[in-house]
């Protein structure tokens, strides 16, 4: 059963449940998995911006070279960059150093293989069981040891790569960029100036500790006031290692994930291009996602949360698009994973083809209300055989109907267990969330335990 690995690599608090340790010998065993075959073999590390990274690499790069692998280090880079680098350079695997939208303290480890894709659950367990058997990894000697080399050029290739997949410019357009003072903030503002727009970029200056810091597209506030006050035609915001892209239309009004994936959708299908007119989302998606694909002659299909299963259930049936409310966005066509900044290039594409406002093309979606509450838990194990917890569960279902519903999940990243509800009535999804989280803390909150 795997332990270290979450919905999204590898994550803790660094130097105490991430440590260099730690890193040095997860290089090791992924150097083991993936490099099999005698022979030369490469692996790519990125990174976002903070102050942990350049320690962490060196750790990991470390051990990818004590098992014979040679690593090319390209610096800070978006996620997908990583993706896609190391599936058309021809790297054996791809690795990203970044805890994503957590705060600075954090940091993580994930894993791409050769051809760009996350790692199944089944790959995480063989890595994992090869880091406790650490004493069989090979060791090599003499020229059999790996080296590491800086190769930052990589970056502009990824960057050229986004640009190529608009036809056209965005000239006309003024566009705030909240960057998170992450991996987008020297990638996001300079290709779309490239592109033609004007851009006003902010939280684009990362020192290290700021990544995350009350911005980006968990923070998404000042970005909101920055686009009513600039007149702008949106706002972009991206997370602290980008693979995720939110909107704020002219009027300041944020569009997640499921109205981004509804836009794009549906201009996919008019151009043919929406395989099945099928769009895959997940348990999270809004419930005014289905009903306004419906209405426009589409279909959608759900999956766990995490990009990683969208996007099998994509690959499995070939659909088109998928992704996750929260912005992780899949383009299949483009790149083998969540994308912010394809996606937000794509989305700018559909706005300038449509010559409407970001506001109307918003409306094509309503948004059910919808509630999410985080209970820090001490244990995240065994809540669904909780009874209390189960009972309040049901009783919240029953009140709700056929007009709403309940989800409660373990968070896979963090130790908190995510109570959500949806609704027509704001009022009533309140008090049954707030019931059934105060049940949860009761049961498995840290002060009570």
Same mark, same amino acid.
């Given at each position: ?358 506001? #109307? =093309? *918003?409306? @094509? ?5 919808? /509630?999410?509450?985080? +209970? $820090? ?47 027509? #009535? =704001? *009022?009533? @999804? ?5 019931? /059934?989280?105060?049940? +949860? $803390? ?8």
């Amino acid at each position: 059963m795997v332990t270290l690995f979450g919905t999204d690599g590898v994550r803790g608090l660094v130097n105490s449940t991430l440590m260099p340790e730690l890193a040095y010998q997860l290089g090791r065993a992924a150097g083991a998995y993936f490099c099999k075959t005698k022979g030369e073999h490469r692996f790519l590390i990125g990174m976002d911006t903070r102050i942990s990274g350049s320690m962490l690499t060196a750790a990991l790069s470390a051990g990818l070279c004590a098992s014979g692998v040679n690593v090319d280090v390209v610096g800070v880079i978006p996620t997908p960059g990583v993706a896609y680098l190391t599936k058309t350079e021809g790297y054996d695997a791809g690795v990203v150093i970044s805890a994503s939208h957590n705060p600075f303290p954090d940091n993580g480890i994930k894993f791409f293989d050769r051809n760009g894709y996350k790692l199944p659950d089944k790959t995480e367990e063989e890595i994992e069981n090869i880091l406790r058997h650490d004493e069989e990894i090979v060791r090599p000697t003499g020229d059999g040891i790996g080296v590491i080399r800086d190769y930052p050029e990589l970056a502009e290739k990824y960057r050229n790569y986004v640009k190529s997949t608009v036809d056209g410019d965005f000239k006309g357009m003024k566009i705030v960029t909240d960057s998170a003072n992450g991996a987008a903030s020297s990638f996001l503002p300079g290709i779309l100036a490239e592109l033609g727009a004007e851009v006003i970029p902010i939280f684009n200056q990362p020192n290290g500790v700021n990544i995350n810091n009350g911005c980006g597209s968990t923070h998404i506030e000042t970005l909101q006031k920055k686009v009513v006050e600039e007149g702008a035609d949106c706002g972009i915001a991206n997370d602290g290692d980008a693979d995720r892209c939110l909107f704020v239309d002219e009027k300041g009004k944020v569009l997640d994930g499921d109205h981004l994936m509804v836009i794009n959708a549906l201009q996919m299908k008019k151009e043919g291009r929406l395989n099945d007119n099928m769009v895959v989302g997940t348990v999270m998606s809004n419930l005014g996602f289905g009903k306004a694909l419906k209405k426009y002659g589409c279909q959608t299909v759900s999956t766990k949360v995490g990009d990683r299963y969208v996007l099998e259930e994509m690959l499995k049936h070939n659909y088109s698009i998928g992704g996750e409310q929260s912005g992780h966005i899949i383009f299949p066509e483009f790149n083998t994973t969540g994308d912010g900044l394809i996606t937000a290039v794509q989305t700018l594409r559909v706005l300038r083809e449509n010559g409407k406002k970001l506001s #109307e =093309l *918003n409306s @094509l979606m309503t948004t059910y209300p919808q /509630i999410l509450k985080n +209970v $820090e838990v001490y244990s995240k194990n065994g809540w669904e055989e909780n009874e209390l917890i189960m009972d309040s569960i049901r009783a919240g279902e029953e009140e709700l109907g056929a007009d709403g519903r309940i989800l409660v999940r373990a968070s896979g990243t963090e130790p908190l267990i995510r109570v959500m509800g949806e609704g027509k #009535e =704001l *009022n009533q @999804l309140e008090r049954i969330v707030d019931d /059934i989280a105060s049940v +949860v $803390e009761h049961e498995l909150g840290v002060e009570n335990n």
